[in-house]
């Protein structure tokens, strides 16, 4: 039951009303302007290349005198860089989240929690700077071969700050199991360790992958980290030793130099932002997709 | 307090001077009764009377909450199973129990009945099958599910899914089955259905079930304990209790003047 | 079939041992988490503390490290913080009042929800490119503080919709049933009666959203920043730098005089971290403790 307001001064209120609606419906511009900008650059940048040639050259010179537009390389080093980081993020992750979630009290939680927030907190130069000037430095001491540029250093930065996006997400996903499952488990004879792993994290699966979900989608967007320390080399490689460039990196590297726009090296940011978007998107919506179904599971 | 009948059998519990605390406020004052083995007891008492946590304190599943404390003991079968040297998970190994609002994992029918085996290491696929169509047989749930044993549990109806967690909690051969009001969730038909499966199931476990239906418990149990208010008012045998009751509250309660 | 009893006691005490070993893992892995946070911050001001002096923060770039400042970049992050929340502030708690008080179970809102949500997981980068289309090259603000500032904002709105949004829901429906009760029109209400107990809500989720915002680089670079500017931002189509982009120009020089000042900025850029997220603190504290009474 609720109350309809009375409509008072009606000119006043209808031009707050469409005030407010516009406000609201910025948002869905926003995102059509994304889509405008890059779907048009993109469209411009394939009259010039062939998208055959994109999506195959293994090779991404389109700043040097033998033109390559081959997008593998950025791609994987993108991938490396997320993969290491995700590698990182979800045993820390994982874990942290099972024992805050079933073993931890109250007081440990409430103080654990907001540390491991500002992990999640800290400016991503900052980042970049501890990968390049600190974590590569250190591994160099154990692995001599690893270059000052490459993808295992900030990888291994990028989990860190990955990891309170799993750790607090899964957490609340498995918080959401009813205590009535555990009791049951519980009731059969479960030891603790097996309540938490036969019964609570199956249980809260779907929250948890959806949590991953999102941590891979901010670790192959994230652009200073690698930026800083993975390199400028697009290399197609799967070796994490080496110097590398990501999807990301790639842009900066472009807008900071003097490529003048309307060219088609310049169009090349807008592919590769197409390139970003559109896989950044996939992972979100999957994300978003699971947690629905999670919800749904425990309303 | 009035102890049950010792001639019909040998005692599966032995509750001495039970005291429980949540935190500070006490849930149960000096309880004392027997159980007998492969009876039906039924503890009956109005809402906020401590009959859950009672019934909950012969699993020690209220471990669980915390701030939780008891004294006194709970002998069962002669053992005090709050001695600080018994694992509460062994307890549960020997009882079991089943809950209110039935709770089956999200997992298929087949791996919640298999789910007690599995955490003793059974793993040989014809000795779980075995297992589970036995404790299914047992719970007369069989025939319904036999042909979707690897449908989700969740897919039941609501007896079903009840029959299933009694059935889950058969699987793991226990001596006792302890009931928190099983049927409080159901619709009569089912209702039924389960207090004719107990009648069947007292033939090889000692029972204890708690109930807020009184004709529930003057049906299906053979000696019912009152309590009110976190004491043990009266225990014997039901139809004693039922017909003629020693006390006063009792009767007060019995023929619907509270509660 | 059933264990014995001594098979029983054996798988209790692997059982106990196990629960061991997973509480120990578990805790290395969150002392490794909380370790790596403690040795960045301690090494960032290990390396930058020799830098910091006043003349640090009044200074402009330089070739000369020892002579490098952060004036600039300092001042470009003030101003560029305060524009873009005077566009994303108003634009997003408008866009929340409409979510929740004109269009709550509209289809309408459910699509804007859902985009908003989007736009929240969209890399920041790709914020840069949009600015870079549209306000330095179609508008023709150019590579500006106007820009830049236009572009965070649309980075920030998504999150102030959303902490506000949750804001406004705390306040309880009787309120606003009483207030249209006595005669007042949804406006009224609003402003009077759910603004004021959502406000604490709205302005701890938006200084939140500015501190992430000032953190910021990836999206300022693309739309042009400079990283080297010698000069105050003299108006709003001037070209800037901002705090992060400093850093990350320090840090991507090879001499290492360069490298204490990107740690001596680092610091500065965390301790104004450190305050604004105090700040949020204190606020929700203080209008709870009002609020309570």
Redesign the interface.
């Given at each position: 039951m609720?109350?309809?307001?009375?409509?008072?001064?009606r000119v006043?209120?209808g031009m707050?009303?469409i005030?407010?609606?516009?406000?609201?419906?910025?948002?869905?511009f926003?995102?059509l302007?994304?889509v405008a900008?890059?779907i048009i650059?993109t469209y411009e940048f394939f009259r010039e290349v062939s998208i055959f040639e994109f999506l195959t050259d293994t090779q991404w010179t389109p700043l040097f005198a033998d033109k390559h537009f081959g997008i593998l390389p950025l791609v994987s080093g993108t991938f490396l860089t997320s993969f290491i980081a995700i590698l990182v993020a979800m045993?820390?992750g994982l874990?942290?989240a099972?024992?805050l979630s079933e073993?931890a009290s109250q007081n440990i939680r409430k103080t654990?929690k907001p540390?491991?927030e500002?992990?999640a907190?800290?400016?991503?130069?900052?980042?970049?700077?501890?990968a390049?000037?600190?974590v590569t430095p250190l591994l160099q001491v154990f692995i001599p071969s690893l270059s000052g540029f490459n993808a295992l250093g900030p990888g291994i930065v990028m989990g860190?700050m990955i990891?309170p996006m799993v750790s607090s997400l899964s957490e609340d996903a498995m918080y959401a199991v009813?205590q009535?499952?555990?009791?049951?488990?519980?009731?059969?004879?479960?030891?603790?360790?097996?309540v938490a792993l036969?019964?609570v994290f199956?249980?809260a699966f779907s929250g948890i992958a959806a949590s991953l979900l999102?941590a891979v989608?901010?670790a192959?967007?994230?652009?200073?980290i690698v930026?800083?320390a993975s390199g400028q080399q697009p290399r197609l490689t799967l070796n994490p030793l080496v110097a590398v460039e990501t999807m990301?990196a790639y842009?900066?590297q472009v807008?900071?130099g003097d490529t003048p726009?309307g060219t088609i090296e310049f169009k090349t940011?807008?592919a590769v932002?197409m390139m970003?978007?559109i896989s950044?998107?996939i992972l979100?919506?999957l994300s978003?997709w699971l947690r629905e179904r999670f919800r749904e599971?425990y309303e | 307090m009035i102890m049950g009948d010792k001639k019909n059998g040998s005692v599966a519990f032995e509750i001495k001077d039970l005291n429980c605390w949540y935190g500070n406020r006490q849930a149960l004052q000096k309880i004392s009764l027997s159980i007998s083995e492969k009876q039906i007891t039924a503890i009956i008492g109005p809402s906020g009377c401590g009959k859950s946590t009672f019934i909950r304190c012969l699993n020690r599943i209220n471990d669980l909450i915390a701030g939780f404390r008891t004294s006194g003991q709970v002998l069962f079968k002669g053992q005090d199973i709050y001695d600080r040297a018994m694992d509460p998970i062994e307890i549960r190994f020997r009882i079991g129990m089943g809950f209110q609002k039935p709770n089956p994992f999200p997992k298929s029918i087949y791996d919640n009945v298999a789910y007690g085996p599995r955490l003793w290491g059974v793993r040989k696929g014809t000795e779980l099958d075995g297992i589970v169509e036995q404790s299914l047989k047992k719970a007369v749930l069989w025939d319904e599910v036999k042909d979707k044993l690897h449908d989700s549990a969740l897919a039941l109806s609501g007896g079903q899914q009840q029959r299933l967690c009694i059935a889950r909690a058969l699987a793991v051969e226990p001596e006792v089955l302890l009931l928190d009001e099983p049927c409080s969730a159901l619709d009569p038909i089912a209702t039924a259905r389960i207090e004719e499966l107990l009648l069947g199931l007292k033939k090889n476990y000692t029972i204890v079930i708690v109930t807020h239906n009184m004709q529930q418990a003057a049906r299906v149990s053979d000696f019912t304990g009152f309590f009110l208010l976190g004491d043990l008012i009266e225990f014997g045998e039901t139809k004693q209790l039922f017909t003629y009751p020693r006390d006063r509250r009792t009767e007060d309660y019995i023929t619907g003047r509270f509660g | 079939m059933k264990p014995t009893h001594l098979e029983i006691q054996r798988m209790l005490t692997d059982s106990q041992w196990r629960e061991q070993l997973f509480k120990m893992t578990a805790l290395v892995m969150l002392s490794i988490a909380l370790l790596t946070l403690a040795v960045l911050l301690i090494d960032a001001f290990v390396d930058g503390v020799g830098r910091l002096r006043w003349s640090f923060l009044t200074n402009f770039p330089s070739r000369k490290p020892e002579q490098a400042g952060i004036l600039s970049a300092l001042v470009g992050t003030v101003y560029m913080m305060i524009l873009t929340g005077l566009f994303a502030f108003p634009v997003g708690v408008g866009a929340a009042i409409y979510l929740e008080e004109y269009a709550k179970h509209h289809w309408f809102s459910r699509i804007i929800e859902l985009n908003i949500a989007n736009l929240a997981g969209v890399p920041s980068i790709i914020y840069g490119l949009l600015g870079l289309e549209v306000f330095v090259r179609a508008m023709g603000f150019d590579r500006s503080l106007l820009s830049g500032s236009l572009t965070m904002a649309l980075l920030v709105l998504p999150i102030i919709i959303i902490s506000s949004r949750e804001a406004i829901r705390t306040v309880s429906p009787s309120i606003r049933e009483a207030s249209y009760a006595l005669g007042a029109s949804r406006w009224q209400t609003i402003r009077n009666q759910v603004l004021p107990l959502a406000f604490p809500g709205i302005l701890t989720g938006s200084i939140l959203a500015f501190s992430r915002a000032i953190g910021e680089a990836a999206p300022l670079i693309t739309i042009g920043a400079l990283t080297y500017i010698a000069f105050l931002p003299d108006s709003l189509l001037a070209p800037f730098t901002a705090l992060p982009i400093q850093i990350f120009n320090w840090v991507s020089r090879p001499q290492k005089g360069f490298h204490a000042n990107a740690a001596a900025a680092i610091i500065v850029l965390l301790v104004v971290l450190i305050l604004m997220n105090a700040l949020a603190v204190y606020l929700r504290q203080r209008y709870q403790k009002r609020l309570s009474l």
């Amino acid at each position: 039951m609720s109350f309809k307001p009375v409509k008072k001064s009606r000119v006043g209120e209808g031009m707050i009303h469409i005030v407010l609606f516009l406000c609201g419906i910025l948002s869905v511009f926003t995102t059509l302007g994304i889509v405008a900008v890059l779907i048009i650059e993109t469209y411009e940048f394939f009259r010039e290349v062939s998208i055959f040639e994109f999506l195959t050259d293994t090779q991404w010179t389109p700043l040097f005198a033998d033109k390559h537009f081959g997008i593998l390389p950025l791609v994987s080093g993108t991938f490396l860089t997320s993969f290491i980081a995700i590698l990182v993020a979800m045993p820390i992750g994982l874990l942290s989240a099972i024992y805050l979630s079933e073993y931890a009290s109250q007081n440990i939680r409430k103080t654990i929690k907001p540390i491991l927030e500002i992990l999640a907190g800290i400016p991503t130069v900052v980042y970049g700077y501890f990968a390049l000037l600190f974590v590569t430095p250190l591994l160099q001491v154990f692995i001599p071969s690893l270059s000052g540029f490459n993808a295992l250093g900030p990888g291994i930065v990028m989990g860190m700050m990955i990891i309170p996006m799993v750790s607090s997400l899964s957490e609340d996903a498995m918080y959401a199991v009813p205590q009535s499952l555990r009791e049951g488990a519980y009731a059969l004879g479960s030891s603790k360790l097996q309540v938490a792993l036969r019964v609570v994290f199956p249980a809260a699966f779907s929250g948890i992958a959806a949590s991953l979900l999102l941590a891979v989608s901010r670790a192959i967007g994230e652009t200073m980290i690698v930026a800083i320390a993975s390199g400028q080399q697009p290399r197609l490689t799967l070796n994490p030793l080496v110097a590398v460039e990501t999807m990301t990196a790639y842009i900066v590297q472009v807008s900071l130099g003097d490529t003048p726009t309307g060219t088609i090296e310049f169009k090349t940011i807008f592919a590769v932002g197409m390139m970003l978007f559109i896989s950044t998107l996939i992972l979100n919506l999957l994300s978003q997709w699971l947690r629905e179904r999670f919800r749904e599971q425990y309303e | 307090m009035i102890m049950g009948d010792k001639k019909n059998g040998s005692v599966a519990f032995e509750i001495k001077d039970l005291n429980c605390w949540y935190g500070n406020r006490q849930a149960l004052q000096k309880i004392s009764l027997s159980i007998s083995e492969k009876q039906i007891t039924a503890i009956i008492g109005p809402s906020g009377c401590g009959k859950s946590t009672f019934i909950r304190c012969l699993n020690r599943i209220n471990d669980l909450i915390a701030g939780f404390r008891t004294s006194g003991q709970v002998l069962f079968k002669g053992q005090d199973i709050y001695d600080r040297a018994m694992d509460p998970i062994e307890i549960r190994f020997r009882i079991g129990m089943g809950f209110q609002k039935p709770n089956p994992f999200p997992k298929s029918i087949y791996d919640n009945v298999a789910y007690g085996p599995r955490l003793w290491g059974v793993r040989k696929g014809t000795e779980l099958d075995g297992i589970v169509e036995q404790s299914l047989k047992k719970a007369v749930l069989w025939d319904e599910v036999k042909d979707k044993l690897h449908d989700s549990a969740l897919a039941l109806s609501g007896g079903q899914q009840q029959r299933l967690c009694i059935a889950r909690a058969l699987a793991v051969e226990p001596e006792v089955l302890l009931l928190d009001e099983p049927c409080s969730a159901l619709d009569p038909i089912a209702t039924a259905r389960i207090e004719e499966l107990l009648l069947g199931l007292k033939k090889n476990y000692t029972i204890v079930i708690v109930t807020h239906n009184m004709q529930q418990a003057a049906r299906v149990s053979d000696f019912t304990g009152f309590f009110l208010l976190g004491d043990l008012i009266e225990f014997g045998e039901t139809k004693q209790l039922f017909t003629y009751p020693r006390d006063r509250r009792t009767e007060d309660y019995i023929t619907g003047r509270f509660g | 079939m059933k264990p014995t009893h001594l098979e029983i006691q054996r798988m209790l005490t692997d059982s106990q041992w196990r629960e061991q070993l997973f509480k120990m893992t578990a805790l290395v892995m969150l002392s490794i988490a909380l370790l790596t946070l403690a040795v960045l911050l301690i090494d960032a001001f290990v390396d930058g503390v020799g830098r910091l002096r006043w003349s640090f923060l009044t200074n402009f770039p330089s070739r000369k490290p020892e002579q490098a400042g952060i004036l600039s970049a300092l001042v470009g992050t003030v101003y560029m913080m305060i524009l873009t929340g005077l566009f994303a502030f108003p634009v997003g708690v408008g866009a929340a009042i409409y979510l929740e008080e004109y269009a709550k179970h509209h289809w309408f809102s459910r699509i804007i929800e859902l985009n908003i949500a989007n736009l929240a997981g969209v890399p920041s980068i790709i914020y840069g490119l949009l600015g870079l289309e549209v306000f330095v090259r179609a508008m023709g603000f150019d590579r500006s503080l106007l820009s830049g500032s236009l572009t965070m904002a649309l980075l920030v709105l998504p999150i102030i919709i959303i902490s506000s949004r949750e804001a406004i829901r705390t306040v309880s429906p009787s309120i606003r049933e009483a207030s249209y009760a006595l005669g007042a029109s949804r406006w009224q209400t609003i402003r009077n009666q759910v603004l004021p107990l959502a406000f604490p809500g709205i302005l701890t989720g938006s200084i939140l959203a500015f501190s992430r915002a000032i953190g910021e680089a990836a999206p300022l670079i693309t739309i042009g920043a400079l990283t080297y500017i010698a000069f105050l931002p003299d108006s709003l189509l001037a070209p800037f730098t901002a705090l992060p982009i400093q850093i990350f120009n320090w840090v991507s020089r090879p001499q290492k005089g360069f490298h204490a000042n990107a740690a001596a900025a680092i610091i500065v850029l965390l301790v104004v971290l450190i305050l604004m997220n105090a700040l949020a603190v204190y606020l929700r504290q203080r209008y709870q403790k009002r609020l309570s009474l």
